[in-house]
């Protein structure tokens, strides 16, 4: 799975990335902008799961998604009214009461994951104005038989 975030409009790096990835099951988009998600699909012929952010307005579309994954719940949102740039405590307690191992989210345009309470909480980080890098950043989920393995790559 591709995992993106925070493209705001800007699809050149993300249709890179997608050319770069190989061969993909699904695009992920964390919001902001919910319509680039649906673009980069239409590029790829993907199915996509997205959700939108606190820039995607008006727009009626959902704030989160809950989803199956290869034997995994996963909580897809932006994140806006979730995440401080230093505290993710809520975002994992949303996790856990929507059963959620894995959570999926944006916002901060800072890329990275971490594992808290059980909880994979996993950040792509900005498509196009990253603020932890002088290069955007994507990120791509992994499932196999030992799991998840989530990884960060820039463009």
């Known amino acids: 799975m591709i995992v993106f975030s925070d493209s705001h409009g ?11 990835a190989g061969p993909l099951d699904l695009i992920i988009h964390a ?3 919910y319509q680039d998600a649906l673009r980069l699909a239409a590029e790829t012929a993907l199915p996509v ?10 727009d009626e579309r959902q704030l989160e998604e809950v ?18 740039k230093y505290r ?7 996790a856990l009461e929507a059963g959620a191992d894995i959570v999926v989210f944006g916002h901060s345009h800072t890329a990275g994951f971490t ?7 996993f950040n792509p980080g900005s498509i196009s ?11 791509i989920l992994e499932f196999d038989e030992d799991g998840v393995r989530p990884a960060i790559y820039r463009v």
């Not at 800007?10 to 770069?20: F, T, V």
């Not at 799961?49 to 008006?58: E, H, L, S, T, Y």
């Open 31 to 33: 919001g902001d902008f």
């Open 10 to 20: 800007h699809l050149a790096n993300g249709i890179r990335a997608l050319k770069e």
């Open 67 to 84: 989803f199956e994954l290869a034997g995994h719940r996963v909580l897809l949102l932006h994140g806006h009214t979730f995440v401080s």
């Open 49 to 58: 799961k997205a959700v939108r952010g606190n820039c995607d307005f008006p």
């Open 115 to 121: 594992r808290e309470a059980g909880v994979l909480l």
């Open 88 to 94: 993710v405590d809520k975002l994992v307690l949303q």
């Open 129 to 139: 104005r990253p603020r932890d890098h002088d290069r955007p950043s994507y990120g």
